[in-house]
């Protein structure tokens, strides 16, 4: 089966460094993507990884390894507005090849505190 | 369009009755998803199109759900005879292909 695992709850003080994991077992593996979700609004996209090393963008980076199907989230300089949840949620090829969509964690919730 | 739009933001409905819920995808997305998710939780995948055929609705729960994309654009998820554990967020996201999903701000269906 397809399955993805992050914590469920993170807390870290602002100004601070977070580092939020995901690991997946998937097939038909084609990227992993970080989104971020402010209570109450849709997921927007932060980054993506299809190949092992780290993307960096701003305060945010995401690193991949996918010989040991592990990413994370590494959140600098953290303010309050980071207060969100943060989805992985890994790309799969099915149907031969036919057929594309995301499998998505359950979001790690983070807390950012003065 | 600027963005995915979806209508209506808030639908209450008695249990038995059908609704839809309309989807409108940034212009020229070929990539359409329909997701519903819980409060606390990630999307939960239902059903997507590329342009106007449906290639998946291993998601959709039954038969009473069922979506549509007739021209390539504008979709609709169709709910017969709602249950109040129908009751959830409703999201589209749609992409270029395989590029990232930008999502809708989400139908609130609440079954009485």
């Known amino acids: 089966g397809q399955n993805i695992d992050q914590p469920t709850e993170m807390t870290a003080t602002e100004g601070a460094i977070v580092q939020i994991n995901c690991t997946y077992q998937t097939s038909g593996f084609n990227g992993l993507f970080w989104y971020q979700q402010h209570a109450g609004e849709a997921p927007t996209f932060l980054s993506y990884?299809?190949l092992d090393g780290l993307e960096e963008k701003g305060r945010f980076s995401s690193f991949l390894s996918r010989s040991k199907g592990y990413s994370y989230l590494l959140l600098k300089e953290l303010q309050m507005k980071d207060s969100a949840s943060y989805l992985c949620?890994?790309?799969?090829?099915?149907?031969?090849?036919?057929?594309?969509?995301?499998?998505w964690g359950l979001g790690t919730s983070l807390a950012v505190n003065p | 369009g600027a963005g995915v739009s979806q209508s209506p933001r808030y639908k209450v409905t008695k249990r038995g009755q059908d609704v839809a819920l309309r989807c409108d995808p940034i212009s020229g997305h070929v990539s359409l998803y329909w997701y519903r998710q819980a409060l606390g939780q990630g999307p939960e995948f239902l059903t997507y199109?590329?342009?106007?055929?449906?290639?998946?609705k291993s998601g959709l729960p039954n038969d009473r759900f069922s979506a549509e994309r007739p021209e390539g654009s504008i979709s609709t998820l169709t709910i017969q005879r709602t249950e109040q554990r129908d009751s959830a967020m409703y999201r589209c996201a749609s992409s270029l292909e395989a590029d990232e999903q930008f999502f809708g701000p989400g139908t609130r269906l609440t079954v009485l």
């Open positions: 949620a890994v790309r799969v090829d099915y149907n031969a090849g036919n057929n594309r969509k995301l499998i």
């Open positions: 199109f590329n342009y106007e055929a449906q290639q998946d």
């Open positions: 990884n299809v």
